[in-house]
Every structure is written in C-alpha cells, then in structure tokens.
C-alpha cells in the first residue's frame, strides 16, 4: 500500500513539475504513512538534487549571455546582487536562520525553486527552511500572475518594460512566460531574454556557495559533485551541445529535483 501511494504522488509531482507541489505531495504521502501506520520508505532526497544539479550545468549556454541586449545585462547584475544584499541584510536584523535567509534571497534574485533546490544541499539545508523558502516563492509567483498584468495595464508599460518587469520580479521561469504571455507575445521574448540573464547567475551562486561552507563548517566537506556540475557547464559549452539534447536534460534535471523535493517532503515532521 505504501509502495502505491508513493508511485502515485510521485508521478503527479513529476507531471506537475512545481517545486512547492512535489514538496507538498510528499509532506501528503508522510502523513498518510502515519494515519494509516504504512512501512516507511527510505530514499535520501538531497541525492536527486545533486543529480538535478549536475544536469543542470549541461543545460547552461554561456553564449546565451551574447542573446541578451547590453542594456539589460548591467540591469540584472545590478538586480541580483541588490536583492541579495538586501536579503541577507533584512535576515540579519529580523535573526531568521542563516541558511534560510540563504535560500530565500537565492530563490527570490535568481530562479526560485531551482535556485533554492540546487542551493539547499551545498549548504546542508533543513528540511524545515526549504519548505518554507520553497512555499513563500510559490506565493509570491501565484499573487504575481493574478496581480502584474493589472499592473501592466494601469502602469501603461510597453511589451518591453512589463517583459522586464516580469523577468526581474517573478522567480520561475515557467511564471515569468506565464504571466508575460498574458501581456503581450512580444513581452514573453523580452522577459525570456532577460530571465535567462538572472539565471545563469546561478553558477557563481553555486561556487560561491561552497566557499562560503568550507569557510562557516571546520567539518564541511567539498561538494564534489560542484566539479561535476561546472564540467558539464564547460563540455556542453565547448562541444556546442545540440540544443534538443539541452532541452532533454534540462527535463531530466527537473524531474530530479521533483523527485528530490518529493522525499525530501517525505521526511518533513
């Protein structure tokens, strides 16, 4: 019965392919094992999501950068350390937990829930900070796709300014097109675009995560699978990878943090 529950929930967190509802669905399937006294099932979440991660560097263009119009990139350089800066200054004066704060900037000036999933086992995250991180992301992109398009409207933006308003304050990519979509078809290309600008800030994001755990842990122990993930970055850049084959693994690497989220929701108390 276990076994079943698991294989359906786990299969509607794969086809929904949200982070906060693969979460979710497994903090579901833990309950339920406690209700109905099921034998638990043992698989370690935080594996997936290194294995999202690495797959994840092969999915990476850098010459995408050369996409994204020279206005735009210092505006997002700009944007993401700012909110970051910002972030971790708000966390230090309201003392939330310091991988929280960690996880929440990251989710909130990157990507959301990829950045805060590929985060989260660089830093050794609890269960309880990634839930909540993940959650409070989700609500901010649901609120932002009822809300911005309003905005839009009553603001008067062109299709580029809400296509960068869109891309530089709504987190998921797929809630950026979304939202952008409801704009204008011209929107979705500026905010593709400039998305894609906030995105790759997820290779320092990942780098400087490791450097700053060694140098907060005397126990830390390198991520090795960071190596593996920039040499994925470097192959698939110096071999030009077909662009089929990026999109094939960039659906395998989100189906591995839906599976790792799954069981890391699993083992939420």
Known sequence: MAIAFFIVLLVSALFLQQAALSLFLGILLSYLNNKLSLSPISVNGSLF??????????TISLKSLGTISIDYIPLVSIYVIAIMTIGILIGRAIKLPKNLTLLLVSGTAICGGTAIASLAPIIKAKSEDLVASISLVFLLNAIAIILFPYIGEFYEMTDAEFGVFSALTIHDTASVVGTASLYS????TYASITKLGRTLWIVPLLIGASIYSKSENKE???PYFILVFIAFVVLGNAFNVDGEIKSYMKYISISLFQIGLFMIGYKFQ
């Open 185 to 188: 078809d011209e929107s979705v």
């Open 49 to 58: 999501l290194k294995a999202g991660i690495i797959c994840l560097g092969g």
């Open 220 to 222: 830390y122990e390198f």
